[in-house]
């Protein structure tokens, strides 16, 4: 197994055969679409993967930002071939295969916004391509940083605690763990709150979608003033 996960970084790192398309230029951000698909035979399985690689002012790769990538990426593949494992590799019942694709939620105005959507599909099992994997990654292109959840908010506020209640409340939704609150996109007029299938089923009478959105304005009181849900709402970024 070894072996096919270094052959899978030579194809991302080397030779991402797909299409790219136009670099789209924001605050000196560029990005490229990249994938390849791979299949192995001898086990079973098929690997369709797209991503973007993503270019500095420079136009030279960004460390921080591909490296984020990267990352997601590993843990995807790793995680359906340790599980496929598992299972015994191959199958009589046909191809297993793992589909990673991503949208980009926001690139303007200083805020790059990335979702990543993880398909699988085990063969014999019975289960249709679930969403079983939901990332997602956030930079402040003019701080040159990420964003992460609480950076969101003022330091003195509860925000997840706010940020649950509002959920269930307005959604009908039943959630508790903080960790539902771990993936999330950046638009102008929302906070999106990004759920996949294994954190929306945690319980079996949880009726939310897999995107909840939440107005910057509903929340306005326990935004940081000095951050970007924020200077959204007030319309410092547009």
């Known amino acids: 197994m070894k072996l096919f996960s270094l052959l899978y970084f030579v194809v991302v790192l080397f030779n991402p055969f797909s299409g790219s398309s136009p670099t789209l230029p924001e605050n000196n951000i560029s990005i490229i679409k990249r994938g390849f698909n791979k299949n192995y035979p001898q086990l079973s399985y098929q690997l369709n993967i797209s991503y973007p690689e993503i270019l500095d002012e420079n136009h030279e790769k960004h460390y921080e930002l591909n490296l984020a990538v990267q990352k997601i990426m590993s843990a995807a593949i790793t995680d359906f071939q340790g599980k496929l494992q598992k299972k015994g590799n191959a199958s009589n019942f046909g191809y297993s295969y793992l589909n990673l694709d991503y949208n980009i939620c926001r690139q303007y105005h200083g805020v790059l916004s990335v979702k990543f959507e993880k398909r699988t599909f085990y063969s014999g099992s019975g289960l249709k391509n679930p969403i079983d994997l939901s990332k997602t990654i956030n930079y402040d292109v003019s701080r040159n940083r990420f964003i992460y959840?609480?950076?969101?908010?003022?330091?003195?506020?509860?925000?997840?605690?706010?940020?649950?209640?509002?959920?269930?409340?307005?959604?009908?939704?039943?959630?508790?763990?903080?960790?539902?609150?771990?993936?999330?996109?950046?638009?102008?007029?929302?906070?999106?709150?990004?759920?996949?299938?294994?954190?929306?089923?945690?319980?079996?009478?949880?009726?939310?979608?897999?995107?909840?959105?939440?107005?910057?304005?509903?929340?306005?009181?326990?935004?940081d003033e000095d951050n970007v849900g924020y200077k959204f709402l007030k319309g410092i970024k547009k």
Do not use: M
């Open 149 to 223: 959840i609480g950076d969101l908010f003022k330091p003195e506020v509860d925000y997840s605690k706010d940020l649950i209640n509002y959920i269930n409340s307005k959604y009908g939704c039943k959630f508790e763990s903080p960790a539902v609150l771990n993936n999330f996109c950046i638009e102008s007029t929302d906070l999106v709150i990004i759920i996949d299938d294994s954190e929306k089923n945690q319980n079996n009478k949880n009726v939310c979608e897999n995107e909840i959105r939440i107005p910057w304005i509903d929340i306005e009181d326990i935004l």
